[in-house]
């Protein structure tokens, strides 16, 4: 273990870190609508989810082979930038789980690698053509492609069972909604555990500590997949009652169709070449199914403001791990430690602020704002 | 800036068709159930033909989610 340097053990853990709340942010995408419907209680929900992230982290064996897909060249990225953009998309993904808004971790990955590389190497480091076709694009066609499917499928169930007894449909629907939310955490299991190893793998290699061509040791799978599991597990309470609540108030079809039409936009997309984030897709297929059913309330504030925060993730995740990389690359492990403390601080911060107003498996369903306010609960009071 | 339309296309048109698919069978599937509770409900007995009719649909939407699980699975490839 000669080749694991203090920077090196830093990134692991960051890394670890990073998909730990890859974890929490994404539980929403595949199990927000089978808590709002009640197809499966919350903690159950969370349960199968973490398990099928575990699972899904052991049985991909495809190891991420790029740390950005060519969006920043890996030639120039030193222990010190993955470090610093780690940190960026940490924080960023810490704030966007406290105000409740689902946005895409990859993305905020990419952006904190780019600010990184951009400040570590210069910008000839970061590949801006790559940034607009496996970011930009991605971006805006994943909602609309997945919300015009889940569209299509919310109509066409209601449509197919407008007749029959709607205890029987609503119970149908739920188990079917299981099965469908299952696929999309296993599916996120094999790819978003992959990322993270894929960046622990690619670190070691530089270092010299694993060889080239080596595959991710076993310990690493293991704890990255434990470290994605135990997030889900956690669960980002706050982006599931956004999702399953914020957007439209989702009955049990709505959440089959939106179910179904995520997980065959996420399979076809990963299979036919044209890659669409998880969260941007789940986004874009519960807006789809809230339009889908007629009368049905769509929150474009909500929706406007999700928008927003998918514009702003690569920047603002930049900005952190642009400003970290020139701490790191000027102050060396020294620079890197306080990164790492200041770091840890802002999110000790951000987790407290949470808990004035914290949403947790109990009141997820109880209403469709997430507020930082302190507010004081409206059954205090005389005036009842 | 180089979009690849023909790969785009190719994923809508063929989440539209999967997903259309699995939804109108998964919908069948639920209106067997639900002609079977309601005979259930109204004579005691059941409705062979709507039990059928959910067995067999749901036969075939495990079919797609084990489909599913095939293309997630890279071992199975």
């Not at chain 1, 449509?159 to 939310?181: C, E, M, P």
């Not at chain 1, 911060?349 to 609960?377: C, Q, Y």
């Not at chain 2, 409705?47 to 797609?64: D, E, I, T």
Request: hydrophobic share 50%; proline share 3%.
């Amino acid at each position: 273990m000669d080749h694991i340097t203090f920077l090196v053990a830093v990134v692991i853990v960051t890394a670890l870190a990073f998909d730990f709340t890859n974890g929490f942010h994404d539980t929403a995408n595949a199990m927000a609508t089978s808590i709002a419907t009640g197809a499966l209680t919350p903690r159950t929900a969370v349960l199968v989810s973490g398990i099928l992230n575990i699972v899904g982290a052991f049985l991909s064996t495809e190891v991420a082979k790029t740390i950005s897909g060519g969006i920043v060249d890996d030639t120039l990225v030193t222990p010190g930038m993955i470090f610093a953009g780690l940190v960026g998309a940490i924080l960023w993904n810490l704030l966007t789980w406290l105000v409740g808004l689902p946005s895409s971790s990859s993305h905020a990955l990419f952006g904190g690698l780019i600010g990184a590389v951009w400040v570590g190497a210069g910008s000839h480091g970061v590949h801006f053509d790559k940034v607009v076709e496996k970011v930009l694009i991605p971006a805006v066609a994943s909602p609309l492609v997945a919300g015009v499917v889940a569209l299509l499928a919310t109509y066409l169930a209601y449509r197919l069972t407008d007749r029959a007894r709607k205890k029987s449909v609503t119970k149908g629907f739920r188990a079917g909604q299981i099965a469908s939310a299952s696929l999309v955490s296993l599916a996120h299991g094999t790819n978003d555990a992959q990322k993270t190893m894929g960046v622990i793998t690619l670190t070691l290699i530089s270092t010299g500590a694993l060889g080239h061509d080596a595959g991710p040791p076993l310990w690493l799978i293991a704890s990255a997949g434990l470290a994605i599991g135990l997030g889900t597990y956690l669960g980002g309470w706050r982006i599931i009652r956004t999702m399953g609540k914020g957007l439209t108030e989702i009955q049990s079809p709505q959440g089959f169709a939106a179910e179904t039409a995520s997980t065959s936009v996420i399979l076809t997309s990963a299979h036919l070449g044209f890659a669409l984030s998880t969260t941007q897709v789940a986004s874009g297929s519960i807006l789809g199914a809230g339009l889908g059913r007629r009368l049905a309330e769509v929150r474009w504030g909500v929706a406007g403001r999700m928008v927003i925060a998918w514009m702003v993730t690569l920047p603002a995740a930049a900005l952190v791990g642009g400003v970290s990389a020139s701490v790191v690359t000027n102050g060396g492990n020294v620079g890197a430690a306080v990164v790492a403390l200041v770091g840890a601080a802002l999110a000790a911060g951000i987790v407290l602020l949470s808990r004035r107003n914290p949403v947790d498996a109990k009141n997820v369903n109880d209403t469709h704002e997430v507020t930082i306010r302190n507010e004081p609960p409206s059954t205090v009071g005389t005036a009842a | 800036m180089h979009l690849d339309w023909t790969a785009l296309g190719q994923v809508t048109a063929v989440s539209i068709g999967v997903t259309i698919a699995a939804v109108t069978v998964f919908a069948l599937g639920v209106l067997g159930l639900a002609r079977v509770e309601a005979a259930r409900e109204e004579n005691g007995a059941g409705s062979p033909l709507g039990l059928a009719q959910a067995g067999l649909c749901f036969v075939a939407c495990a079919a797609v989610v084990a489909y599913g699980i095939y293309l997630i699975v890279p071992q199975f490839r």
